[in-house]
């Protein structure tokens, strides 16, 4: 064996040594117990949806379809037509964000339309969050975008379609302690 | 009234009255407290005289004392020290309960006393059965279970924790009246122990590329934020203990995100999920609700830092000054930016301000207690706050914030706060 070949192989060895160095030091300190996930196992775990799409299950629904479920499972709470009782304003007035009083209701206010799948998957209703399959919540969220009048009511929402609705105040937002 | 006190001890160092700190110090100098007006029927039970009459010799002299018990509560005369709960009627897990912040003092929130903020309840978790995953841009993709997580190195660290809509009501154009407590009690200090959640996501190995922790708890609203995974490989703690126990189930338990000086709902309860990615997933809670629209129609968002802050919760709204005398005004202080390093008090409505005595330990993003002697004359005055943190960050007065960010942020109100005293010694919440 040559003695450059020596040194290329021992100048590779100290490389591994200094890049794994701060990482190994902090894991000697641990005990190590986290067990590994299959894919399978993350997959049930993995819920998050991205504002562009990734994480949307499959499934679709229509306003129509919607409005249904809507009058079942929501109208007690957030009012027949999706403002004025118990629980916070669903549909928004005609008011943009700088009025007196502006509403922050879905129209006016949030900035993706992914956002209203995912929090109706997660709490809603909250007597039972959960319940609902994909289907539905496909078609509640048409419904709630249809009544804020951003989508029309034969718009059918999926996991590619929902993702390019344009929220009227998707620009209205600056980050201040973070990077979006 | 002021016997105790020489002339030179009773020499106001600023407008109203205010005394030199240092006289704190001074052995022997008694302060006159003030007292709370309005009885509630509890407290009026509870300040009811014992029965014994000759003081030296009280029934429980003659007795013999209760058992021990396994678990300690407050005393029976205590019973009005309790969280003010303020929850929607539907559902009924959905609201907030207020910290006494009146009642305490020192720094420490006792656990039972803890604000709260539900989205739908408090969750009945058994250890045994919850998990806490690391997945997405990680070599290896992890699960823990609570026992193994109480085998890990841990940090303890005293820390305070305030909800994004603390304070809220000093938006409106009316002053509210009500304790002070009830007002800005959405604020608690503990001391937080657990596991640097560095070691953890070390251990799962974060990509290149990873820039942003979707955290998610196991409450029956399944919230969800996204973090900056900077800010959580820097100090945040995966919270196993709180003042030296187990979390209760109100404040997390078994496991719970602690992010040092950040809005409360970043300090996710019941943590069962550590999703690692390249990008905020824009969740209802970061874009519905805690952001804060300014006049321009614009809205802050990712406003996670708790900015400075200060109260005086002596004298404060409901309590009342028995006559003229030397009285010790007392407060605490926090910032999510670092040390609290100076509280101002001022007794002239903010013309002249004086410091105030700072008790030791002074920590990072904790609360800090401030004291000041101050000599009531009988005149109406107007009593303010005002804390600077390391940073150099001071604390704004409530036009200056306003005139920033409107009336329709809803979060972040930081502003002085200002107790009126008038000459019947009552003590009420005004703009001034």
Redesign the interface.
Known sequence: MSTPKLTKLFMCLACVVIATDA?AQ??A?????????SKA??AK???????DGR?LPSGHGTAKEGRAIYVQKCAS?HGDQGQGA??EDLVSGPM???AG??N?A?GS????A??IF??LR??MP??A??SLSSDELYALTAYLLAANKIISESDEMDALSLPKVEMPNRN???????K? | MTGKFSDSDLTPIAGGGLLDRRLLLKRGALFAVAAAATAEPARGDAAKPAQAEDFADPAWLHRTGGAFTSYGTPSKYEKYVVRNIGGNREPAGDGVSWTPLEDLEGIVTPSGLHFERHHNGVPDIDPKQHRLVIHGRVRRELMFTIENLLRYPMRSQFLFIECGGNSNAGWHEEPIQRSVGSFHGLVSCSEWTGVPLSILLDEAGVDEGASWVIAEGADANLLNVSLPLSKLMDDAIVGLYQNGERLRPENGYPVRLIVPGWEGITNVKWLRRLHVTDQPSMTRNETAKYTELLPSGIARMFTFVMDAKSLITSPSHGQTLEGPNVYQIRGFAWSGRGKIVKVEVSADAGKSWADALLDEPVMTRCFTRFRMPWHWSGQPAILKSRATDETGYVQPERDVLIKERGRNGYFHYNAIVSWAVDEDGAVTHVYA
């Open positions: 990482e902090s894991r300190q641990a005990p190590q117990l986290g067990t590994p996930m196992d993350v775990w993995d819920i998050t949806v991205f504002p994480g709470c118990t629980a943009p964000p700088t009083h502006p922050k879905i206010y949030w900035p993706y992914t956002t995912d929090y997660r709490a909250p007597s969050p959960g209205g937002f600056v980050p201040i302690d973070a979006k």
